[in-house]
């Protein structure tokens, strides 16, 4: 089986290439055969016995896609986006990306398989910034995506492009949108939702964190194993069912910044919890209000995507894949 | 005030054109030019007294959305599209023409702007196929659009964009989604929706119609001159009470195919009725038992949209427009 994993150079394209490489096996098949394209080289994962090529590509040239689908890839995860602030501060290069990068990408699927017989498995990595408020609560599977960012929009695009892609039977296609990922690992960034993972994370270390909204405020979380485990399940199980119904939200944690803390104290004590300094930040405050934060995932549920049920399942896989383990960060 | 019609010479852009023409006026403006576009040579309206621009032009290349936007029209009417039949029947014409040619018209529009200032109005004709079942009862402002059909999918994307280059300033855009048109004049066609406008308009003109499903069968149904009134009220109104939800389901009348045939029976008598033959199509019951009728369009109706509220006026309107007047058949 050859997988082909776009936007390899990510995080979560490198911890799934080392899950991949790890297992040696996708849908109960072995993987002998792993490409990692990515915009930014790709490192090669550690383990596996076989063979990786890297490619550095940009997905906006048709030629490129061209050249990784010939190949015949049979699962291709596509992960390659410029991210929801960068595609709001510069129009064209999202569009061009998030947008002409996908279509370009099952366009070479279509013309690979008028060529000869294809349909792979497609695996889009896409994003609950598909919905725009005022939110339903909860949000279900049916309530309409009308995002609030041009990364949504893009985001929602290639969701219906998947859809229709795939009831065409072009490929077997399935949007994953993600929770949240927490606890990211690395350094504290400059995104807005980064405290969610950095008073859980820096006080983990030994490092003070910074707070900058109510305790009160509540969010919808996966850690990046669940993330991983979205993303194969994805390409493992039977998508005929889906009809054109092929995004789905996926389950998440619905906690508060209160139960953040109070699982930081149960497993790490009151120690960990006094490097958490409260510093309100209003515009971090209102990006964060305008989010939202209670999902009824039901069909994912129904099909068998499975997250953590507590923060502390949360904090306990940062330490055993990040600090114990000391992989993929 | 220079509007432009893109699609100028289908049935709806036709009685939109001779509409604004015998009005000369649009938001309380005076009309002094009407720029009337198609891909087919589209007819100049009688009696305005403005400039006409008539332009045979082909969407799907940017020059030519160029061109038209050059002139800086204050409103645009996007109604060019292939129909849903021909979108499913060849899927690069479908993708090139309702997606790429939507796409095109807008990037000309930003295009535009970035030159000199410019943020036209834009009506978009689309449609209630950006939903697909499994349908909720009613379909609210809410619900999401996930299209069974390529068409369905083309329209819900140049929705998504719509809304998105609106949000950006570039143009002030609406998306308007029309009901089945009835009754839709002309000869009867090979649209599987068209019995609903046969069995009325053949018997008003002393001719048979086929009715290839049963009685049972329910719709939603607005008139030919109520999808005017929404695209003229489309143009006119304030938008911004509306943030990223541009894009809305139009009001129309539900009802069954019995109660057409009674609105007939009370407009033109017992043997009018008699003209209707019941010759059972299992494929056009088919695709018509796909098909939603049952929605809830709050917002439109809360922004002062208005659709018939009895079949025995549709027939009227069909009469008064169409037959009594001669006009736009």
């Not at 082909?4 to 911890?15: N, S």
């Not at 689908?69 to 410029?82: E, G, K, N, Y």
């Not at 309100?280 to 994912?300: C, G, H, M, N």
Request: overall charge negative; hydrophobic content about 45%; some cysteine.
């Amino acid at each position: 089986m050859h997988v082909l994993i776009i936007g390899a150079a990510g995080m979560i394209g490198r911890k799934l290439a080392s899950r991949i490489a790890a297992d040696g096996m996708l849908c109960g098949h072995p993987v002998d055969k792993l490409t990692l394209a990515d915009i930014f080289p790709p490192s090669v994962p550690a383990g596996f016995s076989g063979e990786v090529a890297t490619e550095v590509v940009d997905l906006s040239e048709l030629e490129n896609s061209r050249r990784l689908i010939a190949q015949r890839p049979d699962i291709i995860f596509h992960l390659a986006a410029i991210v929801s602030g960068e595609a709001e501060a510069d129009f064209e290069k999202g569009y061009r990306i998030n947008l002409e990068g996908s279509r370009l990408l099952f366009e070479a699927i279509r013309a690979e398989a008028e060529v000869n017989a294809y349909c792979p498995r497609l695996v889009f990595c896409s994003s609950l910034a598909v919905f725009g408020p005022p939110f339903a609560s909860p949000i279900t599977d049916e309530f309409l995506t009308a995002p609030a960012t041009s990364y949504g929009t893009q985001k929602a695009i290639t969701e219906l492009l998947l859809a229709d892609y795939s009831r065409r039977g072009i490929f077997d296609g399935i949007g994953i949108r993600l929770p949240t990922i927490c606890i990211r690992p690395g350094k504290p960034n400059a995104a807005a939702s980064g405290f969610f993972s950095n008073i859980l994370r820096e006080p983990l270390a030994g490092q003070e964190a910074i707070l900058p909204v109510e305790e009160t405020v509540r969010h919808w979380f996966a850690s990046p194993r669940s993330a991983i485990g979205f993303l194969l399940h994805g390409a493992s199980i039977d998508l005929s069912g889906l009809g054109v119904r092929r995004n789905l939200i996926m389950p998440g944690l619905s906690a508060t910044v209160a139960e953040q803390i109070e699982a930081l104290r149960n497993v790490a004590g009151g120690d960990a919890v006094k490097l958490i300094r409260r510093v309100p930040d209003e515009r971090i405050k209102t990006i964060v209000d305008s989010w939202a934060f209670d999902y009824q995932p039901a069909l994912a549920l129904s099909l068998g995507f499975r997250a953590e049920s507590t923060m502390a399942e949360i904090i306990h896989a940062h330490i055993e894949d990040e600090i114990d383990g000391k992989t993929g960060s």
